[in-house]
């Protein structure tokens, strides 16, 4: 009797459960690809079973995991009067670009960092007369791109005496590094990591200039390193290696990204193609950034 009873009370609950969603969905494209730096718009519509709603609205957005993930952005709206007023707006990069009286809870987020690379889950609550609610549970992929940057571009030596380049840059998709310098020092080592790569090039023996370039399907950039060695008066010899970093050029390449957004919901396919757009060369930006800017001196013995 007892089991019976439980059964019953969780079968009518499943049937609620089911009922209270029943007229509720969320559309969402499973993902969304933003560059490093710049903003992106997080799409997000719903549909509601109730005919008119113009009481307490709340929009939420949580990143990692739906239902229980840290809340990124909140907002309340009290009535469709109402400006749906920010609560919460994480480091303040975050705004809400629908109307969510229109059913619509799109998300800027804005200057793009690597770790913003993950899943977004909307949500919506309406309280008042009706209390009801619903969250997206697929979430949207945050999937980041950029151009290549020279982070750090360097000469040391090493336990052996040698001198050894190295150029450290990034970028996604991941660039390829070249070395280009004085003949006979090709000596190349690789590793890299995430979204980082760096190249050695060992043994440097030939003053002169040392170039690294950094290219993806993005674009390009570029590091340069002068060295120099030479020997001073006064029976020792003085060892000056002057690094200069500078003229790291940026070739930003015309992007052609192709953002197919496949929508959860099946009526709607969004499919943003920019390749069809006549390409241009876009503007040679010219970043004099000294990277970095050593001077060191060795003073070693004969
Ligand atoms: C969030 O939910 C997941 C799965 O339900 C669970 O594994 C996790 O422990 C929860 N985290 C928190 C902070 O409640
Ligand atoms: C939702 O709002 C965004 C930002 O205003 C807009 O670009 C988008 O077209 C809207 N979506 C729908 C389905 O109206
Ligand atoms: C993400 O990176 C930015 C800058 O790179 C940093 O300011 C911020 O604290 C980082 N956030 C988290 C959650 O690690
Ligand atoms: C550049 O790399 C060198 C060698 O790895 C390191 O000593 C230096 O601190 C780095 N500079 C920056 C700005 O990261
Ligand atoms: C390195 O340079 C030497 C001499 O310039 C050349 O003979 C050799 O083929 C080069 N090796 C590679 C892998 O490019």
């Not at 002169?208 to 950039?221: H, I, Q, R, V, W």
């Not at 002057?242 to 709607?268: E, H, P, Q, T």
């Amino acid at each position: 009797m007892g089991d019976a009873g439980l059964f019953l009370t969780c079968l009518l609950c499943l049937v609620k459960k089911g009922i209270s969603s029943k007229g509720w969905s969320m559309h969402v494209p499973s993902e969304v690809t933003g560059e490093v730096g710049k903003t992106i718009t997080l799409p997000c519509t719903f549909t509601h079973p109730h005919n008119t709603f113009d009481k307490t609205l709340t929009a939420i957005w949580r990143v990692k995991e739906p239902y229980n993930g840290t809340v990124v952005f909140k907002c309340v709206t009290h009535s469709s009067s109402d400006l749906c007023k920010t609560t919460v707006s994480m480091k303040n990069r975050y705004k809400l670009l629908g109307n969510p009286r229109q059913n619509n809870l799109s998300l800027q987020i804005d200057s793009l960092a690597w770790n913003d690379s993950n899943r977004y889950f909307c949500r919506v609550e309406f309280s008042g007369d009706v209390h009801d609610k619903y969250e997206s549970r697929m979430g949207i992929r945050l999937h980041l791109i950029a151009p290549p940057r020279i982070v750090n571009i360097s000469v040391q030596t090493g336990e052996d005496h040698a001198f050894r380049a190295t150029c450290t840059a990034e970028g996604e998709p991941l660039p390829t590094l070249t070395w280009a310098g004085p003949q006979s020092s090709n000596i190349t080592s690789v590793s890299s990591a995430a979204h980082r790569i760096t190249k050695e090039l060992q043994r440097l023996v030939h003053d002169g200039k040392y170039t690294c370039t950094a290219m993806n399907s993005l674009g390009t950039a570029e590091g340069t390193v002068y060295f120099y060695k030479f020997k001073a008066g006064g029976g020792s010899w003085l060892l000056v290696l002057l690094l200069v970093a500078l003229g790291i050029k940026l070739l930003a390449l015309v992007v052609i990204l192709g953002v197919g957004a496949c929508w959860k919901g099946d009526n709607f396919m969004v499919a943003n193609s920019l390749s069809r757009q006549p390409t241009q060369e876009s503007p040679y930006e010219n970043l004099t950034r000294r990277i970095n800017s050593i001077s060191q001196s060795l003073q070693e013995r004969i």
